[in-house]
């Protein structure tokens, strides 16, 4: 992860969603309401986070006397793995953030924040994730070589055009620059997916052509 300021080394988030539908159809596990299921499986698992005997009787989760035997000193967020209009608003209503799969840009990510926003019932603060397609390559034919059929899968599965899937690729500094754009649209952490041979290499460039512009950036941290 590469993010504006030093996070604690415990520090642990809690990630939920609903599933990709097409593969929970596929192992015969998909819920008749996938909102149900993200709304029902964020609160029992705060509540189990929190120490407390979890009881749901839901339209997907349902759980009895359920308990955590070690729950966490310090009650961790709860983020969702959404991306959809109204699973994000409903993350802006049941979650502490959300997270955005990989392939989208910053007008994706100003658009997910509205969502969330309209959703949200209280004050308090939520967090914006990305994951981002990375790869660091000079040569541009070798670049698209390695590059291009994960993003040509990826548009596939968005359903839009592969060149309108994002991803932070060319050089270090022109990656670099990539995350940049995200974090002005308001992503708190970029998660960086390497494509390719070498990826902690790739990692290392992106983040020391970041570091160059801000020192302050490290691999794990928190900007707010």
């Not at 729950?71 to 991306?83: L, M, N, R, S, T």
């Not at 050089?171 to 995200?182: D, H, I, N, S, T």
Request: aromatic residues 4%; neutral net charge; hydrophobic residues 45%.
């Amino acid at each position: 992860m590469v993010h504006r300021r030093l996070a604690l080394s415990d520090h642990f988030t809690a990630g939920v969603g609903h599933g990709v539908r097409e593969w929970m159809v596929k192992v015969g596990v998909a819920p008749r309401s996938p909102l149900a299921l993200l709304e029902e499986t964020a609160a029992a698992v705060r509540g189990l986070l929190r120490g407390e005997e979890v009881n749901v009787e839901g339209r997907e989760v349902r759980r009895d006397a359920a308990r955590l035997v070690h729950p966490p000193a310090a009650v961790p967020p709860v983020v969702a793995g959404v991306v959809r209009p109204r699973s994000l608003e409903l993350a802006g209503r049941v979650a502490d953030g959300a997270i955005i799969a990989e392939g989208h840009g910053p007008a994706d990510l100003v658009a997910a924040l509205g969502h969330m926003e309209k959703g949200r019932q209280t004050d308090a603060q939520q967090s914006l994730t990305v994951f981002a397609f990375l790869c660091v390559e000079d040569d541009p034919a070798l670049l698209q070589a390695t590059v291009g059929p994960a993003l040509a899968g990826h548009a596939e599965w968005l359903g839009r055009p592969v060149e309108q899937v994002f991803a932070a690729t060319g050089p270090a500094a022109g990656a670099a620059a990539r995350v940049r754009e995200l974090w002005a649209a308001g992503a708190d952490t970029v998660v960086l997916r390497a494509v390719g041979p070498e990826p902690l290499r790739q990692v290392e460039a992106a983040v020391r052509a970041l570091r160059a512009d801000e020192p302050g950036i490290a691999d794990r941290s928190s900007k707010r």
